[in-house]
């Protein structure tokens, strides 16, 4: 398996945590970039809730054109920040194949970590209330559910099982991601 096990003496690396709502993109963002910052690193978190708030785009019904021209947005930016030499790890959604093609062929050093956690449990976690509110049909255009996402094919790594039937922790799982 292939890891970023070089994250501390590359200059200008992506590592792109992805998966549906309550995966646990944003808790193992988190925790990457603090492991970092234990080895020395000084990484950047972009976290898509946080972006989304920055730049002052609405969450509600969001179309594929939206959500993949927001994605695009944050792939730039990823792409200009590892440009200047930042280490940035960003847990966001962006469940495209063209945001995944794209992120492989212009990102340098780039890591892709999906989080392949079963619908059922996303739903019995359900922290933001999403598919409470979408059972409910307060909300539309929720992936996985009534939009189609389009799931990593070339993951560098894939996260599932063992978070669901806690056999491997966030700590575990981290080090993973940083090939230790």
């Not at 792109?16 to 925790?31: H, N, Q, V």
Request: proline share 2%.
């Amino acid at each position: 398996m292939r890891g970023v096990e070089d994250i501390k003496t590359l200059n200008g690396s992506v590592c792109w945590i992805t998966g549906l709502s309550g995966a646990g993109k944003s808790t193992l963002g988190s925790e990457v970039v603090s492991s970092l910052r234990d080895e020395g690193v000084i990484p950047i978190l972009l976290d898509g809730d946080d972006l989304r708030s920055l730049l002052g785009v609405s969450t509600s019904e969001f179309s594929r054109e939206e959500r993949l021209r927001l994605a695009f947005v944050y792939a730039d930016l990823c792409r200009y920040l590892a440009s200047q030499g930042v280490v940035v790890v960003i847990a966001t959604m962006a469940l495209f194949k063209e945001i995944h093609d794209w992120n492989r062929e212009n990102l340098p050093n780039y890591f892709e970590v999906f989080l392949d956690i079963p619908l059922k449990v996303l739903k019995e976690r359900d922290s933001k209330g999403l598919y409470e509110r979408f059972s409910r049909g307060e909300v539309h255009n929720v992936a996985g559910l009534d939009f189609e996402a389009d799931f990593p094919s070339h993951a560098d790594l894939v996260i599932g099982v063992e978070i669901e039937n806690r056999q491997a922790t966030v700590k575990e799982i981290v080090k993973r991601i940083l090939g230790q």
